[in-house]
Nanobody, 128 residues
Framework: QVQLVESGGGLVQTGGSLRLSCTAS????????????MGWFRQAPGKEREFVAA????????SYADSVKGRLTLSRDNAKNTVYLQMNNLKPEDTAVYYC?????????????????WGQGTQVTVSS
């Protein structure tokens, strides 16, 4: 079983920045988990979970939702099996619970049901 641990959420004013991180490991052994891809989704109250960004671990190919392009940047440290989501110029509409997800095998990056493992979520609140 794989465990994803997220950190970095919080409260920030409009225009501010936050950096989220997510580390994947095997729950029992604590060893790193080599995923095909890792991504971030978010869910605001009363809304469905939506894709934010994802990266393929081997190629480094990244994909972003149109709503975050130019403001959010996804990076990875394969040695630590960790991904980072740098969020700049945050807006109130970015307020949501952000979930890290890992994909075991090659599949579509933007569909939540193509991910095999999920973190517990971290709250991001942007005040106006």
């Amino acid at each position: 079983q794989v465990q994803l641990v997220e950190s970095g959420g919080g409260l920030v004013q409009t225009g501010g920045s936050l950096r989220l991180s997510c580390t994947a490991s095997r729950r029992t052994s604590g060893r790193t988990f080599s995923s095909n891809a890792m991504g971030w989704f978010r869910q605001a109250p009363g809304k469905e979970r939506e894709f934010v960004a994802a990266v393929r671990q081997n190629s480094g190919y990244t994909s972003y939702a149109d709503s975050v392009k130019g403001r959010l940047t996804l990076s990875r440290d394969n040695a630590k099996n960790t991904v980072y989501l740098q969020m700049n110029n945050l807006k109130p509409e970015d307020t949501a619970v952000y979930y890290c997800a890992a994909q075991a095998t090659y599949s579509n990056l933007t569909l939540a049901d193509k991910y095999d493992y999920w973190g517990q979520g971290t709250q991001v609140t942007v005040s106006s």
